[in-house]
Structures are given as C-alpha cells and as structure tokens.
C-alpha cells in the first residue's frame, strides 16, 4: 500500500512541480482565465480550431512565463521587485544646507 506524505513541515512553502508560492496561484488562475476565454469563444461560434490554437498557444506562453519567473527570481522575487519600485531613488530635502550645518545650542550643553 503506498503512503502519501501529506505534511511537509510547519512554515513551508506550497510547492507544485518546482513552482513556489505566488507562482503557483499565478499559474492556475492563468490557465482558469485562458480555459474561460476559450470557452466563451466557443460558445460565440468561433470557429473550433481557431480556439484550440489561440488556447494552446496561450497556456504554452503562460506556462513558459511562470517557470522563467519563478527561475528568475525565486521564491519572494516578485514580492522584492515591487518593493523596489515603490523604493525611492533618492530623497528630496528642501531645506536650507545652513540649517543643517548651525548648532543647536540646546544639543551642545550635554
């Protein structure tokens, strides 16, 4: 009788197929939203090979994306990137170059 593993630890990570994470949410909501589409193209009687080419090609291009991502920038990538960009480049200090250089005299009696 085979035995299946089903706790992989407490604090981990899900994991599918090497996809880690957000990824794999990333994955299977692509594939929902692709599988949607292609259905509603059928029921517009588009013609049926043009919706297997245009679905295929798609989950092929989403499956491709989601791995080089998830190789890319690993588990937490996608989390480090956008804080990043919301990191500014630098600061702005509008004020006077004198007022950080004076001495404040309350500082300079302890």
Same mark, same amino acid.
């Given at each position: 009788?085979n035995t ?6 407490v604090g ?8 880690k ?6 994955f299977a909501?692509?594939?929902l ?6 259905? =509603?193209m059928?029921?517009?009687? %588009?013609?049926? +090979? $043009?919706?297997?080419v245009?679905g295929? /090609? *798609?989950?092929?291009?989403l499956?491709w ?7 890319k920038y690993?588990e ?5 990137l956008?804080?990043?960009?919301k990191?500014?480049?630098? =600061?702005?200090?509008?004020?006077? %170059?004198?007022? +950080? $250089? ?5 500082? /300079? *009696?302890v």
């Open positions: 009788m299946y593993h089903i706790n992989k630890g981990r990570t899900v994991e599918f197929k090497g996809l994470a957000q990824y794999l949410f990333i909501g692509g594939l939203a692709i599988l949607i589409c292609v259905m =509603i059928y029921m517009a009687e %588009i013609n049926t +090979y $043009l919706c297997l245009l295929g /090609a *798609s989950s092929g291009i499956i994306q989601t791995f080089r991502l998830n190789g690993g937490h990538g996608l989390m480090k956008g804080a990043q960009k990191h500014p480049k630098y =600061i702005i200090s509008r004020k006077c %170059i004198y007022r +950080y $250089l004076k001495i404040n005299p309350k500082k /300079a *009696s």
